[in-house]
């Protein structure tokens, strides 16, 4: 089993920033593949963005290009998500997956592993 832990939510204003992180333990190995999705009252999960592991490669969803960063710290087994130039729009609860597969992938059924959520209110 993986666990995840999600911190660093907020209230913050339209404009401003906020960095999310999350700290996975367990059987860490097995997994490739991290990713962020969030949920809006009344909405789907959607995804926000992923990262490999091992390569680093990264992959956003077009609402967010250019304003979330998702990095990672292997020794710390962390990953983070920078949110920048926030947006009404982006208030949601923010989830941390795990992937055990090698292929990044965007759907909610592709990760194995969701942290508990954590709130981001961006206000007007």
């Known amino acids: 089993q993986v666990q995840l832990v999600e911190s660093g939510g907020g209230l913050v204003q339209a404009g401003g920033s906020l960095r999310l992180s999350c700290a996975s333990s367990?059987?860490?190995?097995?997994?490739?593949?991290m990713g962020w999705f969030r949920q809006a009252p009344g909405k789907e999960r959607e995804f926000v963005a992923g990262?490999?592991?091992?390569?680093?490669?990264?992959s956003y969803a077009d609402s967010v290009k250019g304003r979330f960063t998702i990095s990672r710290d292997n020794a710390k087994n962390t990953v983070y998500l920078q949110m920048n130039s926030l947006k009404p729009e982006d208030t949601a609860v923010y989830y941390c997956?795990?992937?055990?597969?090698?292929?990044?992938?965007?759907?909610?059924?592709?990760?194995?592993?969701w942290g508990q959520g954590t709130q981001v209110t961006v206000s007007s």
């Open positions: 997956a795990a992937r055990n597969g090698v292929v990044a992938a965007t759907t909610i059924g592709a990760y194995n592993y």
């Open positions: 990262i490999n592991w091992s390569r680093g490669s990264t």
């Open positions: 367990g059987r860490t190995f097995s997994v490739y593949n």
